[in-house]
C-alpha cells in the first residue's frame, strides 16, 4: 500500500470527482500551488495509486439503458476453463466486470446492454464461447448509487 498524506486525499478525492479539471483548478480547491500538484500527480502515478484517467459516459443517452448482473456457477474450475472465461468475458465489450466470488455462486458479471433481446444476444454468445453449468440474470429497475469514487 503506497504512502499517502492528507494533500495526496484532497487532489485524489478532487480528481476521482473531475480528472479534467486544471492545475490550477485543482490547486485552488486543494490549497497547493500548481507545481505541488503536478509532483504529487506525478508521484502518485509512478506509486501506481493513479491508474490511469477515464471519462464518464451517460449509458442510457448512447443507448445502453439496461444493467444486468449475470449470475454464473460452474462445474468446471481447471485453470484452462477459467482461461477462456477470463478471455470470452473480457473480449465483450457490454461487460464492465468480472468478480470470481466466495459461497454458492461462482462468477457475477455485471453487463450494460440496449434491452432484453440485447441481453439474449450477450447470453448467447457467452455460452458459445464456454461452458456453464448455470446462468442467472437480475436487470436493474432503479439504480440508487453508482459512483467510481473510492472514500479516502
Excluded at 486543494?30 to 451517460?58: F, K, M, P, Q, T
Excluded at 449470475?71 to 472465461?85: E, G, I, K, S, Y
Amino acid at each position: 500500500m503506497a504512502t499517502i498524506d492528507d494533500a495526496d486525499r484532497r487532489i485524489l478525492t478532487a480528481l476521482q470527482r473531475d480528472a479534467g479539471q486544471s492545475l490550477e483548478s485543482l490547486g485552488e480547491a486543494v490549497n497547493l500551488s500548481r507545481n505541488a500538484c503536478w509532483r504529487r500527480i506525478r508521484a502518485l502515478e509512478e506509486a501506481g495509486v493513479i491508474r490511469g484517467r477515464a471519462l464518464l459516459l451517460d449509458a442510457e443517452k448512447l443507448g445502453l439503458g439496461l444493467t444486468v448482473f449475470i449470475q454464473v456457477r460452474t462445474n468446471a474450475h481447471a485453470p484452462d476453463w477459467l482461461d477462456r472465461f477470463s478471455a470470452a468475458t473480457r473480449a465483450m465489450p457490454q461487460i464492465l466486470g468480472v468478480y470470481r466470488m466466495t459461497g454458492e455462486l461462482d462468477y457475477l458479471i455485471k453487463a450494460r446492454v440496449a434491452d432484453m433481446a440485447d441481453y439474449d444476444r450477450l447470453y448467447q454468445a457467452l455460452i458459445r464461447k464456454v461452458p456453464l453449468s448455470d446462468v442467472s440474470a437480475s436487470f436493474v429497475m432503479e439504480e440508487i448509487k453508482d459512483t467510481h469514487e473510492l472514500p479516502l
